[in-house]
């Protein structure tokens, strides 16, 4: 499959912005999602973007999209305590494939 | 309430025991899939189904089977499971339709011995 890349780690303090970044490789990709995974939890799909759009906000969460580049990052502002978790960046290419990243653990300290 | 069950959550089994998870979605999804969640390997496609009787391959089929029998159930079967199938599985399912995603199962964290 294709790689998508997210890095491994991320700290942040409360109330800070958080900015997990994501390159993708694959140029047909048509919508680029954010999901959450909370500790013992599966996927909550969080935000998305279609691939003809550079922003897309909703909130708290800001998703930019640099298709020349293949770069997709989420920031969320004001980050709090209850934003600890993974973040997985995934691309859809077709219908039925979504191919994830590995996923950035977001770590908030008060 | 729109969801994607799966069960158990929890198995522990011995090598060479088949089993198989269930997996059942009540939104009428045409498309079904099954990942697992390894540390630091992120999620891997095991198999997909694009409809009733139609399945594909994902990134990691080997030692894995699906049948898709029902539209709402698609489960993942192990013949013959070992030590390298302990691994945090998940069913997923999508419409396949305009933005949606996956919406994804609670998991089934499964021990193999």
């Known amino acids: 499959g294709e790689d998508v890349e997210q890095s491994l780690f991320l700290s942040v303090r409360e109330g800070d912005s958080s900015v997990i970044n994501c390159t993708y490789t694959?140029?047909?990709?048509?919508?680029l999602y954010w999901y959450k995974q909370e500790p013992g939890a599966g996927l909550q799909l969080l935000t998305y973007?279609?691939?003809?759009?550079d922003m897309k906000q909703d909130q708290r969460l800001t998703v930019l999209l640099n298709k020349k580049d293949k770069h997709l990052s989420l920031r969320i502002a004001d980050t709090q305590t209850g934003d600890s978790a993974i973040y997985f960046c995934a691309e859809r290419i077709g219908y039925s494939t979504l191919t994830f990243g590995k996923g950035t653990m977001l770590l908030v300290s008060p | 309430e729109a969801q994607v069950t799966q069960n158990p959550r929890y198995l522990i089994t011995v090598t060479g025991k088949k089993l198989t998870v269930t997996c059942s979605q009540n939104?009428?999804?045409?498309?079904m899939s099954w990942y697992r969640q390894d540390p630091g390997l992120g999620l891997r496609q095991i198999y997909y189904?694009?409809?009733?009787?139609?399945?594909d391959k994902g990134d990691v089929p080997e030692g894995y089977k699906v049948s898709r029998k029902e539209k709402r159930n698609f489960p993942l079967i192990l013949e013959s499971p070992s030590p390298n199938q302990t691994s945090l599985y998940f069913c997923?399912?999508?419409?396949?339709?305009?933005?949606?995603?996956?919406?994804f199962g609670s998991g089934t964290r499964l021990t193999v011995v």
């Open positions: 189904s694009m409809n009733v009787e139609v399945t």
């Open positions: 997923a399912s999508s419409s396949g339709t305009g933005v949606s995603g996956y919406t």
């Open positions: 694959d140029s047909s990709s048509t919508y």
């Open positions: 973007i279609f691939s003809n759009m």
């Open positions: 939104m009428n999804h045409e498309y």
